[in-house]
């Protein structure tokens, strides 16, 4: 699944980066909206998927090697953030669905979680 394809099955708009949406692969993703939860569980080559629209989620994700955040609830991230993401070479993506709704979706489509092989999930 690349990311055009979560896209367009989550109804989402592209914020910025639309040129690489069809590149970038999604074989696993995250949800959360606790940072430090990001740092400790999400794997490089993710996505990550949140509420959370500060500049802090770019600066997460581009530590993790993240290729692209996809925002939930509608939210809309602040300006600042979607220019940092654009510099980052990252793409955005927002979706009206809830995390549960998403998640489920994305789930059903094989998007694989993140998971710590030690903590027995």
């Known amino acids: 699944m690349t990311l055009e394809d ?16 069809a590149q970038i692969g ?3 993703a995250y949800a959360c909206d606790l ?6 569980l999400c794997q490089p080559g993710a996505i990550l998927i949140t509420g959370l629209t500060n500049v ?6 581009q530590m993790l090697d993240i290729p692209a955040v996809l925002f939930v609830r509608g939210k809309t ?3 600042d953030t979607v220019t940092l993401a654009e ?3 990252m793409s955005l993506v927002v979706t009206g ?4 709704q998403a998640c489920g979706l994305l ?8 998971l710590i092989a030690d903590a027995g999930y």
């Open 26 to 28: 999604v074989p696993k």
């Open 87 to 89: 510099e980052a070479g």
């Open 97 to 100: 669905m809830s995390m549960f």
């Open 35 to 40: 940072m430090s939860d990001v740092l400790a």
């Open 56 to 61: 802090q989620i770019v600066r997460t994700a």
């Open 107 to 114: 789930y059903e489509q094989g998007v694989k979680p993140c």
């Open 6 to 21: 979560v896209v367009n099955l989550l109804g989402g708009k592209i914020l910025c980066g639309e040129e690489k949406i």
């Open 77 to 79: 991230p602040m300006n």
